[in-house]
């Protein structure tokens, strides 16, 4: 068909506009010198306008229009009536915004970012707050712009989890935070704690970065099609086909933090570098939606690599590099890499307190969206929200509301898929262990890649042909359901810290 063929044309040329801002923003938070910031916000804010002109041009609209029909959809291939159904529906939200409108919203948030970076370091939250009062100001008319039906802040999420609402957050956050709760200060006052004085001490850097590079080989990730480096807070960029590269961030005081950042994004990046190479240019070239994503890096960061038989294959390597723990007996090691311990930094947050980090964020922000916060009134509100879930109150901003960068690029609505991606993870992790005949003793053996083929086959080839929870419902035979994350930490926690 003609029509699908220009249509396809069409699309591949906005992808290669992505192509090239994500470049730019990979270089922005990595390599870029300090005085470059405002000079590449603005080649950012162009190439954004001219793929959100051509995403919402009169031509776009005319493809649609032709493909978007039940009588065309049924001749079509799945993969092409998905190229459809995505681009009509990104379509059809954009149409939305004005293209000068979204242009100043890039402009900002690429200003925003160095600022925001600036303002952590200082920990003064005056510096970024002008920034993110704009900000919300554009998200706040996005909602709007975009419709919906019952909470603005549902507008938004619609962008990182498809067909999930706010009143769906809350109905899964509540059994949560009644679980985790009580479990958490059952661990801290009756559990026996791991010992884990023998973490403290220096690392070198470039020892850590080979642990991280003997990670990531190990799970399959593909260096001729990726890279990795250092940024103050580590993401996966696809560039291109072909190009998905990750970053970490090194503490030549704590041996871990690297160690699990790189094993979460290379989790992220086997999502894209498994994309199948026909999606490649077709905007199905990516996860089905946040929360899946997020459920690829958090199975191969805690399903995996907290786990018991990932230690008895990878603890050598890790003895190689850091003669002092071959000291140290491999079930300490284990029980002190899941130390739970209520922290300040979401980041560094254990299995059992992280979904907290992301309940009180999506309680202020779902609050900003209805206008019943205003940004001034943040950090004292992030303070009593960590001081209710977590019992800790942050010494500084740095610690506190400035900790993350997700608020600087205008990404609200993107936290709860952290959670979901937990909650997922668990869920398909066991679909996995049904199906991949002795799982957790390949693992052991270091045979990570029979996990990665399953993950390919059943999840990365497809992108987002399906729709999250038709994906996962093909994958686990269930919708999504809580209970498996619940189960899994409760026994894993009850037997590290030696429960009865």
Do not use: C
């Amino acid at each position: 068909m003609e029509e699908l063929k220009r249509f396809k044309e069409y699309v591949r040329e906005m992808g290669k506009l992505g192509s090239a801002a994500a470049l730019l923003n990979w270089d922005q938070q990595t390599y870029i010198p300090k005085r470059g910031h405002e000079g590449r916000a603005e080649v950012l804010g162009k190439l954004a306008r001219l793929a959100f002109e051509m995403l919402v041009s009169p031509q776009m609209a005319e493809f649609i229009d032709k493909l978007d029909r039940p009588e065309v959809k049924a001749g079509l291939s799945e993969q092409d009536r998905a190229m459809v159904r995505v681009l009509a529906k990104e379509h059809r939200r954009r149409k939305a915004i004005p293209p000068e409108l979204y242009e100043q919203f890039v402009i900002t948030t690429s200003k925003a970012h160095s600022v925001w970076q600036e303002a952590r370091e200082k920990a003064d939250f005056a510096l970024f707050k002008p920034y993110l009062e704009k900000i919300v100001d554009f998200v706040r008319q996005f909602a709007e712009l975009y419709g919906y039906k019952e909470n603005p802040y549902d507008a938004l999420l619609e962008d990182y989890e498809p067909g999930l609402t706010a009143r769906d957050l809350k109905a899964i956050i509540e059994p949560l935070q009644r679980e985790l709760v009580p479990f958490l200060k059952r661990l801290l006052e009756e559990g026996e704690r791991p010992r884990r004085a023998f973490l403290r001490g220096t690392f070198p850097i470039k020892k850590q970065e080979e642990l991280t590079l003997r990670a990531l080989r190990a799970m399959g990730y593909d260096f001729e099609a990726g890279r990795q480096d250092t940024t103050a807070h580590p993401f996966t960029i696809t560039i291109g086909p072909g190009d998905v590269r990750v970053t970490t961030r090194f503490d030549p005081k704590d041996l871990l933090s690297a160690l699990f950042g790189s094993i979460h994004e290379g989790g992220h990046a086997l999502y894209d570098q498994g994309i199948a190479p026909e999606l490649r240019w077709t905007g199905l070239d990516d996860g089905a939606s946040m929360g899946l994503h997020e459920s690829q890096s958090r199975t191969w960061e805690n399903l995996v690599g907290r786990s018991r038989p990932f230690w008895e294959f990878f603890y050598p390597s890790l003895q190689e590099l850091f003669p002092r723990f071959r000291r140290v007996p491999l079930e300490d090691f284990y029980r002190a890499v899941n130390y739970v311990e209520p922290s300040f930094i979401r980041v560094e947050a254990d299995e059992v307190t992280y979904n907290l980090h992301i309940m009180l964020r999506f309680e202020l922000e779902e609050g900003l969206l209805n206008r019943r916060i205003e940004v001034e009134e943040l950090p004292p509100l992030w303070n009593d929200a960590m001081k209710r879930y977590l019992g800790l109150v942050p010494p500084d901003d740095a610690k506190g509301v400035l900790q993350d960068v997700h608020w600087s690029a205008g990404y609200f609505g993107y936290f709860p898929s952290y959670m979901l991606g937990n909650l997922y993870a668990a869920q398909l992790f066991n679909a996995a262990k049904r199906e991949i005949p002795d799982l957790e003793k390949k693992i052991a053996k270091g045979e990570l890649l029979p996990l990665r083929e399953w993950q390919r086959e059943k999840i990365h080839r497809l992108g987002k042909i399906s729709e999250p929870k038709e994906l996962l419902e093909r994958v686990t035979a269930e919708g999504p359901n809580p209970q498996h994350f619940l189960r899994y930490n409760k026994e894993k926690f009850s037997e590290v810290y030696r429960l009865h």
